[in-house]
């Protein structure tokens, strides 16, 4: 399926964002109000209305209706936090005994010869059901992409995954026996081209739980058929997948989270299981909220091997949000942990980067 991208913002004079303060998002760890009858999933929302700027106002331009297209090419949507968020904390996702239950009412698609499901489906299907997060009929009742601290725009494919994913292909990174993170992943194209090259182990992590569990974990295992190692098609995923269809090696190569940035970093390091640090870790559209700068880089710099790689794959500005490479790239600067370098400029419409990331120090 080919997918168009008109990607076209112009500069918005006058944006009436307000500044967002220090303390406004600073992260709060939620540990403390853990369940402690075991469900980790927590979060003190902030009412949408008091944390959404309507997306007309700060995309200039929306290539198709959000309902039709899964690939979103409008910046993510600024949000006002009036009151102090508190993120979701971190939970690791099993991995369903049967996978035939994951593509249940799922309607897969393909694109750069990887499946994913579609998210028009995903959203009808979700939104007629109840659901704790409710991501849906929030992003569609504040006509928004994004809602700080409560959904981080996960349901969709955003422009730069494809960008991350030529990139990787053009410049023959290697995945066998790497590690590798898909760091804010949403459908999980980048962590599934990973896997399907032979990466030794491949984790998944998105803000919001929802994601995981109806976008992200159909979309591997929808992928992780006989076949295609190379990153392409091997036979078309049934809902008829029986563990057999499945080459389990692949699926148990991964795993799974949702939550915060630095709740997941905890989680990892302070787990149960045995973690070790990533060979690569690979992101795309994560840095439009320069209020979460902080909490990306320390969790990069926890869980990067030292002589691992960060591609990230981002456009020059996100219009209304503040975020962007150079701003990015100055924060990392002033920090100086890593060492950044362009490996790539995709000079069209908005101009969208390549950046790579290593630690300053390495071996
Ligand atoms: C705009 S979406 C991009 C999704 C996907 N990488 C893509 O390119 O299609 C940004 C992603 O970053 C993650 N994210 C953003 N802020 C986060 C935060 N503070 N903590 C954890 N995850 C966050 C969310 O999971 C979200 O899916």
């Known amino acids: 399926m080919a997918f168009q991208f008109n990607f076209s913002i112009e500069e918005k004079a006058g944006n009436e964002l307000e500044t967002l303060g220090d303390t406004a998002l600073q992260l709060e760890s939620a540990q403390a109000s853990l369940n402690p009858g075991g469900s980790t999933e927590k979060s003190k929302e902030i009412s949408s209305e008091e944390n959404v700027v309507h997306k007309e106002s700060l995309c200039a331009h929306e290539a198709t209706p959000k309902t039709s297209d899964p690939v979103a090419n409008c910046s993510p949507v600024q949000v006002l936090p009036k009151k102090r968020a508190s993120f979701k904390v971190a939970k690791e996702h099993n991995i369903p005994e049967d996978f035939s239950k994951v593509l249940e009412n799922k309607v897969m698609e393909a694109v750069q010869g990887l499946y994913y499901v579609n998210i028009s489906v995903v959203e009808m299907t979700l939104s007629n059901d109840s659901h704790?997060?409710?991501i849906v009929s929030k992003s569609i009742s504040s006509h928004s992409d994004l809602i700080t601290g409560i959904y981080e725009?996960?349901?969709?494919?955003?422009?730069?995954?494809?960008?991350?994913?030529?990139?990787?292909?053009?410049?023959?990174?290697?995945?066998?026996?790497?590690?590798?993170?898909?760091?804010?992943?949403?459908?999980g194209l980048l962590g599934i081209l990973a896997l399907k090259r032979k990466a030794k182990?491949?984790?998944?992590?998105?803000?919001n739980h929802t994601v995981i569990d109806e976008i992200t974990l159909p979309n591997v295992v929808a992928n992780c058929t006989d076949g295609g190692g190379d990153g392409g098609i091997s036979e078309p995923p049934s809902k008829k997948h029986k563990k057999a269809d499945f080459i389990p090696a692949l699926m148990s190569k991964c795993r799974f989270f949702s939550g915060e940035w630095a709740e997941f970093s905890q989680l990892l390091l302070s787990g149960n299981k045995p973690f070790s640090k990533y060979d690569l870790i690979l992101t795309s559209e994560t840095i439009y909220n320069p209020d979460y700068y902080s909490a990306l880089h320390d969790t990069i710099s926890k869980l990067l091997d030292k002589n691992g790689r960060v591609y990230?794959?981002?456009?020059?500005?996100?219009?209304?949000?503040?975020g962007g490479v150079h701003i990015f790239e100055k924060f990392i600067e002033e920090r100086n942990v890593f060492?950044?370098?362009?490996?790539?400029?995709?000079?069209?419409?908005?101009?969208?980067?390549?950046?790579?990331?290593?630690?300053k120090i390495s071996s």
Not at 154 to 167: A, P, R, S
Request: negative net charge.
């Open 132 to 134: 704790e997060e409710d």
């Open 153 to 187: 725009g996960g349901l969709k494919i955003w422009e730069c995954t494809f960008d991350l994913m030529d990139y990787l292909s053009e410049a023959e990174m290697q995945f066998i026996n790497k590690t590798v993170l898909d760091l804010g992943c949403g459908a």
């Open 201 to 207: 182990k491949v984790h998944f992590q998105d803000y």
């Open 312 to 322: 990230l794959a981002s456009k020059a500005h996100y219009f209304g949000v503040g």
């Open 339 to 359: 060492r950044t370098r362009t490996v790539k400029v995709i000079d069209e419409g908005l101009t969208r980067y390549i950046i790579e990331m290593a630690f």
